[in-house]
């Protein structure tokens, strides 16, 4: 591999509705344009994944007895539904087709080659194993083949993973698997940080406990320097100026 200098082009991603737009091109014709990502059920179904909105809020009323409430009370009369509409919410993942946000690229990029990297993308996600909370950031690196993408497709990649029941060694895997199946890029690699509310409300009860998983494919696995650089940029846990 030849000598690579730490050329950089890094862009940070504040907050998740700050959503950067860098790299879109308004002049494409509409008829080039992919498809975008769509629901797979109208909004306005009362039925979700065979599942009836009635049966949902059934369900939540359920576990409240269980947990030693009257669903019927004055405070808890509406929780149901509000529970049932941030389920809709909280796992729109399922909805999404990741693949899809990534499918438009560009090439006109005056021979660019160097590393690309998205850092502290903030998602919110949930335990698949206790149904809790998991929130932190996401760091995404790639080195481009002649085709890159508008950066915040790769934020919404982020969110489409993460929008479901997970365990963050398999969203890590799975934004990274996404990111290369679309770009066929040099190498790709992706870091992700993670408070699980699992082990800090319950269990264990540690608190300021984060978990950091990364996926590193082609040259960021294959060669120490590529890597080296992509760590670096993205200082996970350190100070940045």
Do not use: N
Not at 106 to 120: K, N, P, Q, S, T
Not at 172 to 177: F, K, L, P, V
């Amino acid at each position: 591999m030849r000598p690579r200098t730490p050329a950089l082009s890094v862009c940070r991603a504040a907050t998740p509705t700050e959503r950067c737009r860098s790299g879109e091109v308004d002049a494409v014709p509409c008829a080039s344009l992919p498809r975008r990502p769509t629901m797979t059920q109208s909004p306005d179904s009362d039925a979700r994944h065979g599942v009836s909105r009635d049966d949902a809020e059934s369900a939540v009323r359920t576990l409240l007895r269980w947990a030693g409430e009257d669903p019927a009370r004055e405070g808890l009369i509406d929780t149901p539904r509000r529970v049932a509409d941030a389920y809709t919410e909280w796992f729109s993942g399922y909805a999404t087709d990741a693949d899809a946000y990534l499918a438009r690229t560009f090439e006109e990029v005056a021979g660019y080659d160097e590393m690309i990297v998205l850092r502290d993308i903030e998602y919110e996600s949930h335990c698949e194993h206790h149904m809790a909370p998991i929130i932190g950031k996401v760091h995404v690196g790639y080195l481009p083949a002649g085709k890159v993408v508008g950066i915040s497709k790769l934020a919404r990649v982020v969110e489409a993973y993460a929008k479901r029941f997970q365990v963050q060694e398999k969203m890590t895997a799975q934004i990274a698997g996404c990111i290369q199946r679309a770009l066929a890029p040099l190498g790709v690699g992706v870091v992700v940080e993670g408070a699980h509310e699992c082990m800090t409300t319950r269990g264990v009860h540690k608190r300021g406990v984060s978990m950091i998983t990364s996926t590193m494919l082609g040259s960021f696995r294959e060669d120490a320097r590529t890597r080296a650089e992509f760590l670096q940029f993205i200082e996970v846990g350190g100070s940045r100026r």
